[in-house]
């Protein structure tokens, strides 16, 4: 309401807390809406956490479909900055040979999702 930056980022970090798999597209529409890179940051890493419930809710879809829309100019292959967010989340997390397969389990979850709905990236 007031954009002012100090308060901007003590509701961020009151929002961070709050994540959860129903909240965390709607707090990241709001972390991009008031440009909170590190609110958006802490959203896109705890979808990459819960990708695999994400994918079956419509607002996540919804929030990937506008993603897409708003890249100016889009070719059928040019990369999603949600999606790619995520994939580097999921890729991050990756230290030993069980949380590799569980990373793929993920990615492959979002890549279902992506071809699901007509994007190739």
């Known amino acids: 309401m007031y954009l002012l930056p100090g308060l901007k980022q003590l509701c961020g970090r009151s929002l961070a807390q709050l994540l959860d798999e129903d909240s965390v597209v709607g707090v990241w529409?709001?972390?991009?809406l008031f440009r909170l890179a590190r609110l958006?940051?802490?959203?896109?890493?705890?979808?990459?956490?819960?990708?695999e419930k994400l994918v079956e809710q419509e607002d996540f879809v919804?929030?990937?479909?506008?993603?897409?829309?708003a890249v100016a100019?889009?070719?059928?292959?040019?990369s999603i900055p949600l999606v790619d967010d995520i994939r580097f989340h999921v890729g991050s997390a990756v230290q030993t040979r069980s949380a590799m397969e569980q990373a793929q389990q993920r990615l492959q979850a979002?890549?279902?999702?992506l071809v699901a709905i007509g994007l190739d990236c």
Request: proline share 0%; with cysteine.
């Open 73 to 78: 100019a889009r070719q059928e292959t040019d």
């Open 40 to 51: 958006e940051d802490q959203c896109t890493e705890y979808m990459a956490k819960v990708i």
């Open 110 to 113: 979002l890549e279902h999702l």
């Open 62 to 69: 919804e929030a990937v479909r506008e993603e897409a829309a």
């Open 29 to 32: 529409r709001v972390a991009k």
